[in-house]
């Protein structure tokens, strides 16, 4: 029987990762993983920043595209690659639809569409001008690219996904099998993640309630559900699978 060498498929030491919006809720949570599994994690975000390094910490707008490529070129010329990009990096609004202005339409698309495309053609040509070898590339999308949400679990004071959100995080899934496809034979993976909503202290219990009476499951996601996810899709033994989007749910989009 052929070993099979388990150190290499899930060793992340020294990998050179950058996760845009690294400093919310759910990118300082990634970031955590990945500095715990031993990986250089370079973070951007329009907040100050956290827990990762000052050296390593951008502040910017990834829909500026020339802040995002001297950033890019900063990390390249000090790495030398850029082994795993996560964009997770994302904007919200929560008015009603009827409501909606064109200023917040412009802040979700600008942010959740732009910004990772912006990301992506921008690694892209500096990974083909200077011949890098490879990448993975995870895209953070939502199971409100997917589904509709059930209002009916919604309380008057709390927050309900809106339209816009969800259009840019379908746009988003969409746009994973595109540049998948178009990446592929440069050897850039390119793969997506869809949670489901993500337990918060700022949720009402009623919401709480109502939404794990939605799923299968019983209850809300933790943003640890996801670190199985990510660690397969940026992982050395992730190297058959392109423009794919996983569901992490809990079973709700299921039902």
């Not at 050179?16 to 690294?22: H, N, Q």
């Not at 919200?92 to 409501?99: G, I, N, R, S």
């Not at 992506?120 to 500096?126: G, H, I, P």
């Amino acid at each position: 029987m052929k070993k099979i060498d388990l150190n290499k498929l899930f060793n992340f030491r020294n990998k050179v990762v950058i996760i845009t919006g690294s400093e919310g809720k759910l990118g300082s949570k990634i970031s955590d993983l990945y500095i715990n599994l031993g990986s250089k994690v370079y973070g951007i975000d329009l907040k100050s920043k956290n827990k990762i390094d000052d050296k390593k910490f951008f502040r910017g707008s990834i829909t500026n595209e020339k802040f995002l490529k001297n950033v890019l070129l900063k990390i390249l010329n000090k790495e030398k690659r850029i082994d795993i990009i996560i964009n997770n990096a994302a904007a919200t609004v929560y008015t009603p639809f009827e409501k909606r202005t064109e200023k917040e339409i412009n802040l979700v698309l600008n942010t959740n569409i732009k910004g990772t495309i912006n990301v992506c053609r921008t690694y892209f040509a500096l990974h083909k001008k200077k011949k890098l070898k490879s990448c993975k590339i995870i895209n953070i999308a939502s199971i409100y690219g997917i589904v509709s949400p059930d209002f009916r679990i919604y309380g008057k004071k709390d927050n309900i996904n809106s339209e816009i959100y969800g259009a840019s995080k379908a746009a988003l899934i969409q746009l994973t099998k595109y540049f998948a496809v178009s990446m592929a034979k440069h050897n850039i993976k390119v793969n997506c993640i869809s949670p489901g909503g993500i337990e918060d202290k700022k949720h009402s219990k009623s919401f709480i309630k109502n939404y794990r009476s939605r799923v299968p499951l019983n209850r809300m996601a933790n943003v640890s559900d996801l670190y199985g996810a990510l660690i397969y899709f940026s992982g050395e033994n992730c190297n058959y699978t392109i423009g794919q989007n996983l569901i992490i749910d809990g079973g709700l989009s299921i039902w």
